[in-house]
């Protein structure tokens, strides 16, 4: 890589060298904190474009990426439940056990000190699943279930983040869990979609975003972070993710599932809308209804 790209850096070096070289003292630290002093030297100030420095780059540019997206990843997920006021196709146990898991792996990565960009997604998802489950337990008709959801997650929240109330020793093991668990969340909504031969409410732009955001966190983490535990949870939720995503195209048209094309950027088609409380007409003929 180094050799491929020497020319092309040779050739852009007398244009981007002054340019570099006096960057705004914000945007020089920036890159200093985000690359490393070495990196920063050789990509920036001597441009030259070695491997090692160059995958820290791509890794770094990509988790910020993934932070940035996550801001916004589960808002459609959010918008499609306070729109149709219904529950239908996703899963409640999915939600609170991704959540338990993502507020342990989010106490482990800060407290080991881990780069803020190989897990900064963690808080954001987190909190917009709180905000989800919520949601799907009001619109159950379930608002007191939903209070003690939100108070037992902030008395572990609280204890998680403590030392002096749950050790490092400690707070490993959960992480293990912490990644069986979060592979294991995906199940219950992998097997609801099954059960009701659509996905209902469940929003597409977050489902596929999931997907290509577990698969660069595999990357991201072989680059920066080494830790197994981090590693292997990305990657079987990356094999989950994507079974979950193919049931989302096996079931685009199913009458069990509320129009994805209008929240993926296309003309939405008009199709029957089912739901898991029988609220609405379902149909049950087998030519128009598909189970896994």
């Known amino acids: 890589m180094d050799q491929a790209l020497a020319p092309v850096f040779d050739t852009l070096r007398p244009y981007l060298a002054p340019l570099t070289h006096n960057l705004p003292t914000p945007l020089s630290s920036l890159s200093v904190s985000l690359l490393g002093p070495a990196c920063h030297q050789t990509l920036l100030l001597d441009l030259q474009p070695t491997t090692p420095c160059l995958q820290l780059a791509v890794s770094k540019t990509l988790g910020l990426a993934i932070v ?16 149709s006021k219904s529950p239908a196709g996703i899963s409640f146990p999915s939600y609170a056990l991704e959540t338990l898991a993502y507020l342990v792996s989010l106490a482990y990565n800060m407290r080991m000190g881990f780069p803020f960009s190989t ?21 159950a008709g379930q608002g007191p279930l939903a209070a003690s959801f939100v108070a037992t997650l902030g008395a572990l929240g609280w204890a998680l983040f403590r ?14 869990g912490a990644g069986v668990l979060g592979v294991v969340s995906k199940v219950p909504q992998i097997w609801t979609v099954y059960q009701e031969g659509g996905t209902g409410q469940l929003s597409a ?6 997907l290509v955001g577990s698969l ?29 995503a ?21 003309k939405p088609e008009a199709i029957a809308m089912g739901s898991s409380t029988g609220a609405q007409p379902k149909v049950k003929s087998p030519t128009t209804r598909r189970r896994g």
């Open 246 to 266: 193919a049931q989302m195209v096996y079931y685009w048209n199913s009458p069990q599932t509320a129009a994805h094309a209008g929240e993926m950027g296309k």
């Open 68 to 83: 940035s997206a996550a801001a916004i990843v589960k808002v459609p997920q959010i918008l499609k439940l306070v729109a």
């Open 163 to 176: 030392e002096q109330v749950v050790g490092m020793d400690t707070l490993g093991m959960l992480m293990a």
């Open 119 to 139: 897990y900064g997604e963690t808080a954001l998802i987190a909190a917009q699943n709180v905000v989800i489950a919520v949601l799907v337990l009001q619109y």
């Open 205 to 210: 732009f977050a489902v596929f975003n999931y």
């Open 216 to 244: 660069t966190r595999i990357f991201t983490t072989l680059q920066e972070v080494d830790d197994k535990l981090i590693l292997y949870g990305f990657v079987a939720g990356f094999a989950l993710n994507a079974i979950l």
